[in-house]
């Protein structure tokens, strides 16, 4: 009996079964094109390569090679042999056997890993690699409300008091610049450290700073979809005025851009930045007393700038960061802006940056409606 025929006697008893044939047949071995797990990771990572830094492609990298070694355990070499019991077995031996760890992978790093193998094989699905949807196959875990989310707020109260006395003691200085920018955009330190003079635009109405992607000397995390302009405040523009004017060391680098950021040996690097803000985070650096009873004076955190971070209260730049986008949202400022401000997606600001009670997020809504309510001609259903 030919193809042809299969398909008319199943037409006859379901025409369901025939699409469901056909998707088969499709999806069958034979319409795959053979490729070696070596081989896949390289073409999805040139793929991604026009889209993200170099940094994060060799990240993937690190995290794909997992894969290549457990495909090189079992012997495949040819990812169309490839089946969804193979993937649960891979998740597992991930979770508890790919490191030297004595403890599993925690649920977030395996949930990160995973969601980068389902990518991969859904790019592999669009290049006959894999079957399509075959990417469907992969579990990826669920985290509880406490897994991956890092409690690294800085009290509202002390970052006021800390950007109070950098004004009084410390104005316009590098610190002070280096705070001043994290508390006021919600951006990353390698914006920070990627901006040059001409990126300022400080004498102006409405003053800004415009962001750029340059692989070469100074990269963005996203690429240059991080790339923009953000408003700034004029008390903000101000400040990096005065710091341009009297405190910022003229540098010009090899490549004859004018850094904003500076020091004796040119562009203040990144892990400098991060210095400052562990240092001025400590509490005792501003109050002299500490809140985990240690002895100052012997304190190798409090005595120590480069030991900084080893106080359980310095924080590092990341939480200026986070403090900006939850007080941002708990002032209801819409997710999409804050997205396109700081330069995150929504998903992850509603996971990470929401921590209003029931209560707050209530009172926020109905602030919302009692505006729209006054701005709008009186509808029937306000």
């Given at each position: 009996?030919?193809?042809?025929?299969?398909?008319?006697?199943?037409?006859?008893?379901?025409?369901?079964?025939?699409?469901?044939?056909?998707?088969?047949?499709?999806?069958?071995?034979?319409?795959?094109?053979?490729?070696?797990?070596?081989?896949?990771?390289?073409?999805?990572?040139?793929?991604?390569?026009?889209?993200?830094?170099?940094?994060?492609?060799?990240?993937?990298?690190?995290?794909?090679?997992?894969?290549?070694?457990?495909?090189?355990?079992?012997?495949?070499?040819?990812?169309?042999?490839?089946?969804?019991?193979?993937?649960?077995?891979?998740?597992?031996?991930?979770?508890?056997?790919?490191?030297?760890?004595?403890?599993?992978?925690?649920?977030?790093?395996?949930?990160?890993?995973?969601?980068?193998?389902?990518?991969?094989?859904?790019?592999?699905?669009?290049?006959?690699?894999?079957?399509?949807?075959?990417?469907?196959?992969?579990?990826?875990?669920?985290?509880?409300?406490?897994?991956?989310?890092?409690?690294?707020?800085?009290?509202?109260?002390?970052?006021?008091?800390?950007?109070?006395?950098?004004?009084?003691?410390?104005?316009?200085?590098?610190?002070?610049?280096?705070?001043?920018?994290?508390?006021?955009?919600?951006?990353r330190p390698g914006c920070l450290h990627s901006l040059d003079l001409e990126d300022l635009h400080l004498n102006r109405d409405n003053p800004y700073v415009?962001?750029?992607?340059?692989?070469?000397?100074?990269?963005?995390?996203?690429?240059?979809?991080?790339?923009?302009?953000?408003?700034?405040?004029?008390?903000?523009?101000?400040?990096?005025?005065?710091?341009?004017?009297?405190?910022?060391?003229?540098?010009?680098?090899?490549?004859?851009?004018?850094?904003?950021?500076?020091?004796?040996?040119?562009?203040?690097?990144?892990?400098?930045?991060?210095?400052?803000?562990?240092?001025?985070?400590?509490?005792?650096?501003?109050?002299?007393?500490?809140?985990?009873?240690?002895?100052?004076?012997?304190?190798?955190?409090?005595?120590?700038?480069?030991?900084?971070?080893?106080?359980?209260?310095?924080?590092?730049?990341?939480?200026?960061?986070?403090?900006?986008?939850?007080?941002?949202?708990?002032?209801?400022?819409?997710?999409?802006?804050?997205?396109?401000?700081?330069?995150?997606?929504?998903?992850?600001?509603?996971?990470?940056?929401?921590?209003?009670?029931?209560?707050?997020?209530?009172?926020?809504?109905?602030?919302?409606?009692?505006?729209?309510?006054?701005?709008?001609?009186?509808?029937?259903?306000?």
């Amino acid at each position: 009996m030919s193809q042809s025929d299969v398909i008319e006697v199943l037409q006859a008893l379901d025409p369901d079964l025939v699409e469901h044939v056909r998707e088969l047949d499709e999806n069958a071995p034979g319409s795959l094109q053979p490729i070696t797990p070596e081989e896949a990771i390289t073409r999805f990572l040139e793929n991604k390569s026009t889209d993200i830094r170099p940094n994060t492609i060799a990240e993937y990298r690190r995290k794909l090679t997992h894969f290549e070694h457990f495909c090189d355990t079992l012997q495949i070499e040819n990812l169309n042999d490839l089946d969804g019991r193979q993937l649960q077995e891979y998740r597992q031996w991930r979770r508890t056997e790919s490191t030297d760890q004595t403890t599993p992978l925690s649920n977030k790093t395996l949930r990160d890993d995973m969601y980068l193998l389902r990518d991969f094989f859904r790019f592999l699905g669009q290049i006959e690699g894999v079957p399509a949807g075959f990417h469907e196959k992969i579990n990826v875990p669920e985290l509880n409300e406490t897994d991956g989310v890092r409690d690294v707020r800085l009290d509202p109260d002390r970052l006021r008091s800390i950007l109070e006395y950098f004004k009084k003691y410390e104005y316009a200085t590098r610190t002070h610049v280096i705070w001043a920018f994290h508390a006021h955009t919600g951006r990353r330190p390698g914006c920070l450290h990627s901006l040059d003079l001409e990126d300022l635009h400080l004498n102006r109405d409405n003053p800004y700073v415009e962001f750029h992607h340059r692989p070469e000397e100074t990269s963005l995390k996203n690429g240059v979809k991080g790339e923009g302009q953000i408003s700034i405040s004029d008390d903000v523009a101000q400040v990096f005025r005065d710091y341009i004017d009297n405190n910022r060391i003229e540098v010009t680098t090899e490549s004859g851009r004018s850094p904003f950021i500076t020091s004796n040996h040119g562009r203040l690097s990144k892990s400098t930045m991060r210095k400052h803000v562990y240092k001025w985070s400590r509490p005792c650096t501003l109050s002299g007393e500490c809140p985990h009873d240690r002895d100052i004076d012997a304190c190798e955190a409090a005595q120590r700038d480069d030991a900084a971070s080893r106080c359980p209260s310095s924080r590092p730049p990341y939480a200026l960061r986070h403090g900006y986008l939850t007080q941002k949202r708990q002032e209801g400022v819409p997710d999409r802006t804050l997205s396109e401000r700081c330069d995150v997606s929504r998903e992850i600001i509603e996971k990470h940056y929401d921590e209003r009670t029931d209560e707050e997020k209530r009172a926020l809504r109905q602030r919302i409606l009692d505006k729209t309510r006054e701005e709008s001609s009186g509808g029937g259903y306000l």
